[in-house]
């Protein structure tokens, strides 16, 4: 590991600081906490604290000794300078003096010494950096650190590699009790770097910024020399079995890992998907010990939160012995879920029964000759329970090559899991009525499907728009959220169509609702309009759609959690206008491949219904159609739009507002919803 302190960037922050009125150290401490929470070697996704002593003035003006400390989950790598909560140092010093305090009382005495009173809460460690002396004091996950510690000797290794520049603390919960412990360790040693935290990690201290900083590096090094030096040559078998593709794998594992929601008949509890590989994945999925290894437990007690205490393991997905894969992953899913209710049943017995239990779902699946997902509600919360299980296999691998892992015991496992300090890092969070399920919408750059990717997010799904024009998805994927899908998608190719649903399935894990949206109107007269014409008008408006269709119930079956399959079948299918055949008779068709798909799937739970939409301003109802059909009915634009009984114009985002009504009418299907503000001759009854 190297330091990645640059003289020139530091003083940059210092001088950005300065015209925020932030004081030297401040700033220094931003820039550092930044250096180390980039580093995914030392810590991840809201782990890790910093701070750093200074002087403020308060709110009438007083000056007063404060410490800066990390806010209780926020991210190292971003962190601004808001984020280093001020807390009035001499008041934390004093409770020092108890033997044992209540988090919640301990919460309230420092939000009541906050320098800023609508500041964040501290970090759960902030009596760590109070009782320690030193001006910047710094705690990371280092991945070798915890390599070298969770061991059955982890003290012995430490005292080798560290000699007397740290000292050992033994393990504790994180808290007031860890605080007290580490203190009184610092005092009897007197180290002059740092502390060792079993199973936590590492602290560093220093006078300056710098110093505490590259004290990390270098203690951080040693643990990392330590372990080359003293590995074990592995011996691993390579596989020559035909290993089933991700986007195979992927909608298998999900619908295992799913449950049904007990209280809403037809609702699925379901979780997003991130698929990770590598030689060091592989490598320990192919380990004769992974048995052993993958119920050994968490690095540290700070990821359990995130990835619960133990992984999934599937069997080899082999092509061509794909339905005994998905039976005992089913099955082994279910174990795990029972497995982990038994957990919570006699962990929550002793502590007095008062833990409301969370859910049983895995987070982790391993996945030999594969590789892992990570599983959460969103698929930010995917990526990080993937960030953090690539972790804990390299952390893991490492250990096993110098002695052998060892976390820490169940009951400990579950008092930081069920710790209301931990779950409140995960913040507050409205379940929102899409969450948890994928979205596939076609035509999405146009006007009708950027709106419905648009509201299906909002609605918590995660979404993928597939357009032909590659760049205009990326556009519209950009307006809604970093994790929107851009996908190119030519429904008129077979092969583009698979591609495409292939790439979802491997990306989010599956699909459970698809709008099937794009299409484009040709004209003429039927009995005179050339047959290339309505072939092209079939291949898009109708072929398009059952490509769409197929495929996306090819992946729902897979998952066995339901599905819906959402047309736009426009105003067209119900009430043909003169000279548009070629694009009525198409839309006509889907219509009744909508009810057919209803009749064959509804026993599968897959729903299949139809919007049947007029007068949208869009890819189909350009300007100019609109300006030619409104002087030819001798009318303005404005009454030409809104020419219906309602009087009103009907926009894209009504007939968005449709299909999500629709994606969330969990008992009906076979249904026609129209949205024209009203025209009888195109109404279904």
Not at 350 to 363: A, Q
Not at 424 to 452: V, Y
Not at 481 to 493: F, I
Not at 609 to 628: C, E, H, K, Q
Request: some cysteine; charged content about 25%.
């Amino acid at each position: 590991m190297k330091s990645g302190w640059v003289d020139a960037d530091a003083e940059a922050a210092v001088a950005q600081g300065a015209k925020s009125g932030i004081e030297r150290d401040l700033a220094l401490r931003v820039y550092t906490t930044r250096l180390l929470g980039r580093d995914p070697k030392l810590v991840l996704h809201g782990g890790g604290n910093t701070s750093v002593k200074t002087t403020m003035r308060d709110v009438l003006g007083d000056a007063a000794e404060v410490l800066c400390v990390k806010s209780s989950g926020s991210d190292m790598a971003t962190i601004a300078p808001e984020q280093m909560v001020a807390v009035r140092l001499a008041p934390m010093r004093k409770l020092r003096a108890l033997n044992a305090i209540d988090d919640e009382d301990l919460v309230g005495i420092e939000r009541a010494n906050l320098i800023d009173p609508a500041a964040a809460n501290p970090s759960v460690e902030m009596m760590l950096h109070a009782f320690l002396p030193h001006k910047f004091v710094d705690h990371t996950h280092a991945t070798a650190v915890l390599s070298v510690i969770d061991q059955p000797d982890g003290e012995k290794k430490c005292a080798e590699i560290f000699g007397e520049r740290l000292a050992f603390v033994p393990y504790l919960m994180p808290g007031f009790g860890l605080a007290k412990k580490s203190i009184e360790v610092f005092d009897k040693y007197n180290p002059s770097d740092g502390l060792i935290l079993s199973k936590h990690g590492i602290v560093t201290f220093g006078e300056t910024a710098r110093e505490a900083y590259e004290r990390m590096v270098e203690m951080v090094s040693r643990a990392e020399a330590f372990i080359a030096r003293n590995r074990k040559s592995v011996v691993v078998s390579s596989l020559s079995r035909d290993i089933a593709p991700v986007s195979t794998v992927a909608p298998i594992v999900r619908g295992a890992c799913s449950e049904r929601d007990e209280k809403i008949e037809g609702a699925w509890r379901r979780l997003i998907a991130e698929f990770r590989t590598s030689d060091a994945i592989l490598d320990l999925l192919n380990d004769k010990e992974l048995d052993r290894i993958r119920y050994a437990g968490v690095i540290t007690p700070d990821h359990t939160i995130r990835t619960k205490n133990w992984p999934l393991l599937t069997l080899l997905p082999e092509v061509g012995k794909l339905d005994n894969f998905v039976q005992t992953t089913h099955g082994r899913a279910g174990a795990f879920a029972a497995a982990y209710r038994q957990y919570f049943a006699r962990q929550n017995e002793r502590v007095g029964g008062i833990k409301p239990e969370l859910d049983s779902l895995p987070r982790v699946v391993l996945v030999p000759g594969l590789g892992l997902f990570g599983l959460g509600p969103t698929k930010k919360d995917a990526i990080i329970a993937a960030d953090i299980a690539e972790t804990w296999i390299e952390c893991v691998s490492d250990a096993e090559a110098i002695g052998k892992f060892e976390s820490i015991s169940e009951a400990d496992m579950f008092d930081c899991e069920y710790w209301p300090l931990e779950q409140k890092k995960l913040g507050a969070r409205k379940e929102l009525p899409l969450q948890g399920q994928i979205g596939a919408i076609t035509g999405a750059a146009g006007a009708i499907g950027a709106a419905t990717a648009r509201a299906f997010a909002m609605a918590g799904a995660e979404v993928a728009l597939l357009d032909v024009n590659l760049a205009a998805a990326r556009e519209q994927a950009v307006k809604i959220n970093t994790t929107a899908l851009p996908v190119a998608c030519d429904v008129t190719n077979a092969a583009s169509v698979n591609a495409a649903f292939e790439k979802i399935a491997a990306h989010f894990g599956g699909v459970d609702i698809v709008v099937s949206n794009a299409g484009a109107a040709w004209q003429g007269r039927i009995g005179e309009v050339d047959e290339e014409v309505l072939r092209k008008s079939f291949e898009l408006n109708f072929y398009g759609h059952q490509r769409v269709a197929q495929a996306a119930v090819r992946i729902m079956l897979a998952q066995a959690t339901g599905g819906c399959l959402l047309f736009n079948v426009s105003k067209q299918a119900v009430n043909p206008g003169p000279n548009f055949g070629p694009y009525g008779l198409p839309k006509a068709a889907l219509l009744a491949l909508t009810r057919q798909y209803a009749l064959d799937y509804g026993a599968d739970g897959i729903r299949a219904n139809a919007v049947n939409a007029d007068r949208i301003r869009s890819g189909l109802l350009t300007p100019d159609m609109i300006a030619s059909r409104s002087m030819a009915r001798g009318l303005s634009e404005k009454d030409y739009m809104s020419g219906n009984l309602l009087g009103r114009e009907v926009t894209a985002d009504d007939v968005a507002q449709a299909f999500l009504h629709q994606a969330l009418a969990l008992k009906t299907t076979a249904d026609v919803t129209t949205v024209d503000g009203g025209n009888i001759a195109a109404a279904m009854r």
